[in-house]
């Protein structure tokens, strides 16, 4: 499976971005795909999933009420939509995959390239 995540920028806060991962190859196999984040300087952590070929979906705390994830599954493609940013989303954000669980970094199958996201205050 090959993941291809594209839709960064630079976002005045308060603002909106929608990232888009497109997902290729043996998708049949996908169980979630999911949003991470790296920060400079900090870990790597966990953004929102939705399952692949179900409808469960979850989010981080800091993120409920503002980031929604989304799929088109006839498309192979999922989506982060961002409202209401704060600079504190300021980010690598990775679109990534797992054939059995993604709910850490650890599960993860498969990894696209990072989107960058600037969020300036």
């Known amino acids: 499976v090959q993941l291809q995540a594209s839709g960064g920028g630079l976002v005045q806060a308060g603002g909106s971005l929608r990232l888009s991962c497109a997902a290729s190859?043996?998708?049949?196999?996908?169980?979630?795909v999911a949003w991470f984040r790296q920060a400079p300087g900090k870990e790597r952590e966990f953004v929102a999933k939705i399952g692949w070929s179900n409808p469960y979906m979850d989010a981080a705390g800091s993120v409920k009420g503002r980031f929604t994830i989304s799929k088109d599954k006839a498309q192979n493609m999922v989506y982060l939509q961002m409202n209401s940013v704060k600079p504190e989303d300021t980010a690598l954000y990775y679109c990534a995959a797992g054939r059995i669980r993604v709910d850490t970094i650890s599960d993860v199958d498969y990894w696209g390239q990072g989107t960058q996201v600037t969020v300036s205050s």
């Open positions: 190859g043996r998708t049949d196999s996908l169980y979630a």
